[in-house]
Nanobody, 126 residues
Framework: QVQLVESGGGLVQAGGSLRLSCAANGRTFSRSIMGWFRQAPGKERNFIAAISWSGGITYYVDSVKGRFTVSRDNAKNTLYLQMNSLKPEDTAVYYC???????????????????WGQGTQVTVSS
């Protein structure tokens, strides 16, 4: 069993920045692929970014590449998403997720993630 707790969402103006955090508990954090997803109202949940066990490999969807940075601190069992140059189209509920497949390979498939956070709202205004 894994518990994921997100924080850091809020309202920000276009061009601004936010840092989301995801605190994990229940299993060995350093043996999980961690991912970020987002879901806008009325839309499907989409992959944003993922990070390997020790943080050495990251993978981003093209729409956030160069603006968002995923990182992890295994000593603190915490995942982060630094979001810069935010745009109104980034407005969504953001979710962190954990993949305990046992393979240290970044994965964008929603079905591969076993545990999910509750989601945190990010709203970007013009």
């Amino acid at each position: 069993q894994v518990q994921l707790v997100e924080s850091g969402g809020g309202l920000v103006q276009a061009g601004g920045s936010l840092r989301l955090s995801c605190a994990a508990n229940g299993r060995t954090f350093s043996r999980s692929i961690m991912g970020w997803f987002r879901q806008a109202p009325g839309k499907e949940r989409n992959f944003i970014a993922a990070i390997s066990w020790s943080g050495g490999i990251t993978y981003y969807v093209d729409s956030v590449k160069g603006r968002f940075t995923v990182s992890r601190d295994n000593a603190k069992n915490t995942l982060y998403l630094q979001m810069n140059s935010l745009k109104p189209e980034d407005t969504a509920v953001y979710y962190c997720a954990a993949d305990y497949s046992g393979l240290d390979v970044v994965n964008s498939d929603i079905s591969s993630y076993d545990y999910w956070g509750q989601g945190t709202q990010v709203t970007v205004s013009s």
